[in-house]
Every structure is written in C-alpha cells, then in structure tokens.
C-alpha cells in the first residue's frame, strides 16, 4: 500500500481505501448474509492489507453501513490506525443540527472522532456559511477532525473552505475512467492547494472490471438505476475496455486494478472502491503497487475522453423502459 504525502495529517491516507456503501445496503442485492459476516472480513482484510481509509455516510442503510463498519473496527482493535470518514446528509444543516448528527455518526461508528465528516452533498438553499460554523463548532470541540465535502464544484469547495476559515481537506467525488471529468478542475486544484480529490465510484461500480456487457448484467437496484450499465453504454464502453484489458496485461493485472491504478497516479487523488468480497479487496489494495508508464496513462486518458456514455433524457428513458419492462 502507499500512502498520501507531502499533506500532514493525524492518521496516515491510504492512497486505496474501502467504500462501504455497500454495507447494510439492500438496494446492491449483496443479501443478508453479506451485512452479517462478509463486510466484517472485507474490513478486517482491508486493515490487514494496508487500508487506513474507511468511507461511510449516515444515508448508507440508514446508519446499518456505520454500525457495521463500526462493529468491525472495534472487534478487531482497528480503530487507532482506521482513518474514518461518513457524511452529512445536509438537510437543514444548521448548527445544532450538523452537531447532533455527527454524535449520531460517532456512536454508531463506535469511535471517539471521525477523522473526516464530509457535507454529502452541496444544499442548494442553505449556504455552506451555516454548515461550516457547526462544522468549526464540532472541530473546536475534538469530535471531527478533519472536514469535507462531496459532490462540490470547484467554486464551491472554495467557498466552503472560505467559510469554514481552515482547511476543508477534500472533495468527494465521481471520478473514474468512465468519468474523468474532475480531471479538469478538481485533480489540478487539489495538486496546487495541497487538498485531496476522493475518488467514489472508480470503478464505474463494477463496469471497469470489464466483467459486464450487454448480455451480463449486475444485480441491484443501484446498478439497475445507473446509466452506465444500459446496453448501448456497455457497447459504447467497449473501446475503453479493450485498452484496459491491453494494460492490464502488461502488468499481469485485472482491468479494475489498472482502473485504480490510473486514479492514484494523479498527485492529490485517493480512491475508494467498494467491495463485494474478500478477494475484491485484496486485488484493490494491491492496485496501489502497480506502476504505469507515461504512455499507458495517456492511453488511458485519451480512451477516457472519447467515452460518450449516454445520459440525460434519452438515458432516464431507456432506464424507465427497462424497469418497466417495456419496448420501444
Ligand atoms: N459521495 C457520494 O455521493 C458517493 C456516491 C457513491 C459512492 N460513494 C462512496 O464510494 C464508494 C465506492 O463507490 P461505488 O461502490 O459506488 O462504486 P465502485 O467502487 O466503483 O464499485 C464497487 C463495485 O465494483 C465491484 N468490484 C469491486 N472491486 C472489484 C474488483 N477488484 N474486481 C471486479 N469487480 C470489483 C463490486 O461489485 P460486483 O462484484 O457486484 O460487480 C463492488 O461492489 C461507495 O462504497 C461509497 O463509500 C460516495
């Protein structure tokens, strides 16, 4: 594993961490049995193996992914070394308010502190000079750490900082080869000013394993409400498959790993994939030893801009049509 340097921090950042969504989450189809024995291995494993980066959100199941996530850590004496971080859902995110769910996220975590609270989402009506005065307030009082946003733009990740009057040190948000749009402002932003861009959904939740087409698809409703698996964006996905598939080769890896891989080799870039198995989080962390050259990067990059997946109206169209069962 390898770690973020040259930004100091209590708790060493692995540049790999583990998305736990998934926990406690009916809508990923994982079953029950995955909630009440796997999680906990998956989590154990990803200690094991160098992970210090735990993601969760109270949204997750409702608080079960941090209770499980919690439960975890503290059976196996985990919970000094585990960098945690959960979110806000911002709804009316006033200061008493972002007070009283940040000590709902610390009991259900189990932990003294959450090393990062991030705000989920940007509100649209409250500004971030109220969240952040209960966020000042939370780390003037030692129960957050470090604070963070997801889902901002650049401007507004600015503005929250500005707000906060101290480091906001991250900004979670969707970035992968299937959408590398924080390429743009974010990854460079983060590289300058020293902050870190987190990576969620790097592997375009599953399609990047190159293990799905039009003919195989994931189970669950959140892959079922996800563009990126509609038939025409699994064919259009193809090209980029095939230069993953070819640079993974090369380095006697997977697709997902090269995926990683690609993220993690961008200064101020953390990823955090979710995990289905064991297995799945052994190969992830060990995506953080494998070197690209130049040019397999700017393969990947280019392969990465010509992806045109469909989206807006036409896609929530043919998601509609597919749920519904009909043609057309
Ligand atoms: N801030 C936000 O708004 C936001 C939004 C979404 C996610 N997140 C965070 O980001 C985390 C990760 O995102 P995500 O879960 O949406 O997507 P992801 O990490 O891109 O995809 C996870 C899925 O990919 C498959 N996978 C994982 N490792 C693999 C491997 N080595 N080989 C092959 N397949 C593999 C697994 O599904 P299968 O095995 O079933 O294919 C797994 O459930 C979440 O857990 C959550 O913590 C945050």
Redesign the pocket.
Same mark, same amino acid.
């Given at each position: 594993m390898r770690y973020v340097e040259g930004i100091a921090t209590d708790k060493a950042i692995s540049l790999i961490g583990? !998305?736990?969504?998934?926990f406690g989450s009916r809508e990923?189809g +994982?079953g029950a049995g995955y909630a009440t024995g796997e999680a906990e291995h998956i989590v154990a494993r990803a200690a094991e193996v160098g992970i210090t980066v735990f993601? #969760?959100?109270e949204i +997750?199941g409702f608080g079960r992914s941090e209770r499980i996530l919690g439960a975890a850590l503290a059976r196996h004496d985990l919970r000094e070394r585990a960098f945690v971080a959960t979110?806000i859902f911002p709804v009316l995110p006033v200061q008493p308010i972002v007070r009283s769910r940040a000590e709902a996220s610390i009991r259900r975590l189990d932990v003294d502190r959450l090393d990062l609270y $991030?705000v989920? =989402?940007p509100n649209p009506v409250v500004r971030d000079r109220t969240t952040m005065a209960g966020m000042r307030d939370l780390q003037r009082q030692g129960s957050v750490v470090e604070v963070g946003v %997801?889902?901002y733009s650049l401007a507004r990740w600015q503005a929250a900082e500005a707000a906060l009057g101290s480091r906001v040190l991250s900004n =979670? *948000?969707?970035f992968?080869l299937a959408h590398p749009g924080p390429l743009v402002d974010l990854v460079p932003y983060a590289l300058s000013a020293e902050r870190l861009v987190i990576a969620? %959904? &790097?592997?375009? =939740? !599953?399609?990047? /394993?190159g293990? +799905?087409d039009a003919t195989h698809q &994931? /189970? !669950?409703g *959140?892959?079922a409400a996800n563009p990126l698996f509609l038939p025409e964006n699994l064919v259009r996905a193809q090209a980029l498959l095939d230069v993953l598939r070819d640079v993974a080769k090369t380095h006697a890896a #997977?697709p997902?790993?090269i995926a990683l891989a690609w993220l993690i080799h961008h200064p101020g870039v953390i990823?955090? &994939?979710?995990? /289905? %198995?064991v297995? $799945?989080?052994e190969?992830?962390a060990a995506a953080a030893d494998i070197a690209l050259s130049g040019s397999e990067m700017t393969a990947l990059t280019v392969e990465a801009q010509r992806f045109h997946p469909i989206g807006g109206a036409k896609a929530a169209g043919q998601l509609l049509r597919a749920r519904t069962g009909r043609r057309g």
């Open positions: 583990l !998305g736990t969504w998934q990923w +994982y993601d #969760t959100a +997750y979110k $991030q989920h =989402q %997801s889902n =979670q *948000v969707q992968s969620f %959904s &790097p592997l375009g =939740q !599953g399609l990047l /394993s293990k +799905y &994931p /189970s !669950g *959140v892959r #997977t997902a790993q990823a955090i &994939p979710g995990a /289905s %198995s297995a $799945q989080v190969a992830n």
